[in-house]
């Protein structure tokens, strides 16, 4: 049981590049979401999903597109890379409505600089 | 308004020293909380839940007030190893007896307070 993964771990992209961060679980959790954190700033909801086919915005969605195909997996893309985007970005998943814990669970994170 | 709002810290205490961190939500539709410790270039860690008869665990005491929107954290007899960052949970998860999930399901946390605990 891996819990949550992500890739890669670190990035250097150039201003206009385009990428997709991966974040993958092994939980069969319902509840899966992404967030960014920048100093000072604590951690803001990008985009989330209450399961595969249902994804919402967060507090700061644009800049980025998510899907939710699967259960296990929940990436999320920068369309046209910003230096605005350099930040910590981290995954998380949870199971609410099947286990009623709201623990969240966190990947290690992607450290992501925009040049 | 944010939705979540902490004290903002930093803290620094010695080692021993009792410290207490606050939050307060503005949504009054928000069901459950919690306190998530991060440590420096680490991923959050639940800490513990917060109920409204209060609850504790070992050195750590956490609060909850929905009249006042309110929680907090007490630590007591501060150790090195406690130095941190706190953060306050807030979920607002829709909870039916069906179970039905709705896209305004989120959880949202506060900025953090960090605690440095001084020898």
């Known amino acids: 049981n891996a819990g949550v993964t992500q890739t890669p771990k670190f990035q250097v992209l150039k201003t206009g590049q385009s990428m997709t961060l991966q974040c993958a679980q092994d939980?069969?959790?319902?509840?899966m979401s992404w967030y960014r954190q920048d100093p000072g700033m604590g951690l803001r909801l990008i985009h989330y999903?209450?399961?595969?086919?249902?994804?919402d915005q967060g507090e700061v969605p644009n800049g980025y597109n998510v899907s939710r195909s699967t259960t296990e997996d929940f990436p999320l893309r920068l369309l046209s890379a910003a230096p605005s985007q350099t930040s910590v970005y981290f995954c998380?998943?949870?199971?609410?409505?099947?286990?009623?814990?709201?623990?969240?669970?966190f990947g290690p994170g992607t450290r992501l600089t925009v040049t | 308004r944010k939705e979540v709002e902490q004290d903002p810290g930093p803290f620094n205490v010695p080692e021993g020293a009792t410290v207490a961190f606050n939050c307060t939500y503005s949504?009054?539709?928000?069901?459950?909380f919690f306190w998530y410790r991060q440590d420096c270039r680490k991923e959050p860690k639940l800490l513990m839940s917060?109920?409204?008869s209060g609850n504790e665990d070992g050195r750590f005491t956490a609060q909850l007030n929905r009249a006042s929107q309110y929680i907090s954290l007490l630590i007591r007899d501060s150790k090195l190893s406690d130095s941190a960052t706190y953060l306050c949970?807030?979920?607002?998860?829709?909870?039916?007896?069906?179970?039905?999930?709705?896209?305004?399901?989120?959880?949202?946390f506060g900025p953090g307070t960090s605690l440095s605990v001084i020898p």
């Open positions: 999903s209450v399961g595969a086919g249902i994804t």
């Open positions: 949970v807030v979920n607002m998860f829709s909870i039916s007896p069906s179970k039905v999930k709705t896209s305004y399901d989120k959880v949202i």
């Open positions: 949504n009054s539709a928000s069901q459950s």
């Open positions: 939980m069969n959790h319902e509840y």
């Open positions: 998380a998943s949870s199971n609410p409505w099947t286990s009623g814990s709201y623990e969240q669970y």
């Open positions: 917060v109920y409204s």
